[in-house]
């Protein structure tokens, strides 16, 4: 088992930032690719970024490029989503997610996590 909390969401004006991080425990943290999701009201889960187990594969949605940036820290159990530019349709409940060791690589969907953090609440203002 792992488990996974969320920390750092907020209320930021369009075009501010904020860091997401995403702590784990439970299992060898560098063992697990790991994703940040996002779920809107009304609207499917979806990927936002991606990273490979060590963090030498990074994967991000189109509509985040050059925004946004994915880090892990494996000495701290810990993932790390920046956020820059932040716009209004950037407003959802993020959420990390460890996939279960597998093959090296990236998991973009969320049917290939295993373990969800809570989530934490993002709201962008205009």
């Known amino acids: 088992q792992v488990q996974l909390v969320e920390s750092g969401g907020g209320l930021v004006q369009a075009g501010g930032s904020l860091r997401l991080s995403c702590a784990a425990s439970?299992?060898?943290?560098?063992?697990?690719?790991m994703g940040w999701f996002r779920q809107a009201p009304g609207k499917e889960r979806e990927v936002v970024a991606a990273?490979?187990?060590?963090?030498?594969?990074?994967y991000y949605a189109d509509f985040v490029k050059g925004r946004f940036a994915i880090s892990r820290d494996n000495a701290k159990n810990t993932v790390y989503l920046q956020m820059n530019s932040l716009k209004p349709e950037d407003t959802a409940v993020y959420y990390c997610?460890?996939?279960?060791?597998?093959?090296?690589?990236?998991?973009?969907?969320?049917?290939?996590?295993?373990?969800w953090g809570q989530g934490t609440q993002v709201t962008v203002s205009s």
């Open positions: 997610a460890a996939a279960s060791p597998g093959p090296y690589g990236l998991r973009k969907v969320p049917s290939e996590y295993d373990y």
């Open positions: 439970g299992r060898t943290f560098s063992n697990y690719a």
């Open positions: 990273s490979s187990r060590n963090g030498g594969m990074t």
